[in-house]
């Protein structure tokens, strides 16, 4: 899966990108604050995600990837749909996102799952370089009043 996206990555962004995948060590991902997600279809990877924290209040979403076999599948959303309730259960009450200007794909994911884009959408992507987004997180049902 790693392979793969990391392939992508370069595909779209060049040599350099590959820098990406080592940005962040693992353990940012590891519970109580991060998470990994991974979907198998047979036991192979098709599609994941993670999030590791970014404030007190805010589940940073990093490397959602599906993978080139499974795509149109709806497999993101559900990846989407899955990091975000985990990070609503491990309490955080807002989740943060960037993706490149080479990936109109998952652009219109994030804007068609609720995501608020906080750049204007009227520039050319890659004048507006990363493109980051947020969305609100409902309240745990077990979080009963202030």
Do not use: N
């Amino acid at each position: 899966m790693l392979a793969e996206l990391d392939h992508e990555y370069r595909t779209r962004y060049g040599p350099r990108a590959g820098a990406e995948m080592t940005r962040y060590p693992a353990a940012e991902f590891a519970p109580p604050h991060g998470a990994l997600l991974v979907l198998l279809d047979g036991g192979t990877p098709v599609a994941g995600g993670a999030f590791r924290r970014y404030d007190p209040d805010t589940a940073e979403l990093k490397r959602i990837w599906t993978s080139g076999a499974h795509r149109r599948r709806g497999l993101a959303r559900r990846v989407l749909a899955e990091l975000e309730a985990e990070a609503r259960r491990r309490g955080y009450t807002r989740v943060y996102l960037t993706t490149g200007p080479r990936q109109p794909e998952a652009t219109g994911l994030y804007l068609a799952t609720g995501y608020t884009p906080l750049y204007d959408l009227a520039l050319p992507a890659e004048q507006v370089g990363e493109h980051p987004f947020e969305k609100a997180l409902p309240p745990r049902a077990d979080a009963g009043p202030g």
